[in-house]
Nanobody, 129 residues
Framework: QVQLVESGGGSVTTGGSLTLSCTFSTSTTTTSLYSMAWFRQAPGMQREGVAS????????FYGDSVKDRFTIARDMAKHTLILQLNGVKPEDTAMYYC????????????????????WGQGTQVTASS
């Protein structure tokens, strides 16, 4: 059973940067994960996809609101998924969730939340001026 643990959230000044990490633990030495993604949910809002990535190839997809500001990457040696936030805006304030799936398919677009079955508990990001 794969478990996901997010970290790195906190307060950040508007225009600043923050790095979120998602460590995935597995009972095997090689990961069975194919797709991973970051989602976020602001208070009173629906959860939205931020970025998705194919674990095998590194091909990534981004939501329109974060394109050219956020970067998703994976470090297989450390079993870690990264989300680099640059140029943070107040509307980026949300709980950020890491998600993954073991279905043997790589994403070809930004994934929906119903397409990933493994979820972390989330890490809060608060942007303020």
């Amino acid at each position: 059973q794969v478990q996901l643990v997010e970290s790195g959230g906190g307060s950040v000044t508007t225009g600043g940067s923050l790095t979120l990490s998602c460590t995935f633990s597995t009972s095997t030495t090689t990961t069975s994960l194919y797709s991973m993604a970051w989602f976020r949910q602001a208070p009173g809002m629906q959860r939205e996809g931020v970025a998705s990535i194919c674990i095998k190839t590194g091909r990534a997809f981004y939501g329109d609101s974060v394109k050219d500001r956020f970067t998703i990457a994976r470090d297989m040696a450390k079993h870690t998924l990264i989300l680099q936030l640059n140029g943070v805006k107040p509307e980026d304030t949300a709980m950020y969730y890491c998600a993954a799936d073991e279905s043997p398919f790589c994403p070809y677009r930004l994934l929906r939340e119903d397409e990933l079955r493994i979820w972390g508990q989330g890490t809060q990001v608060t942007a303020s001026s």
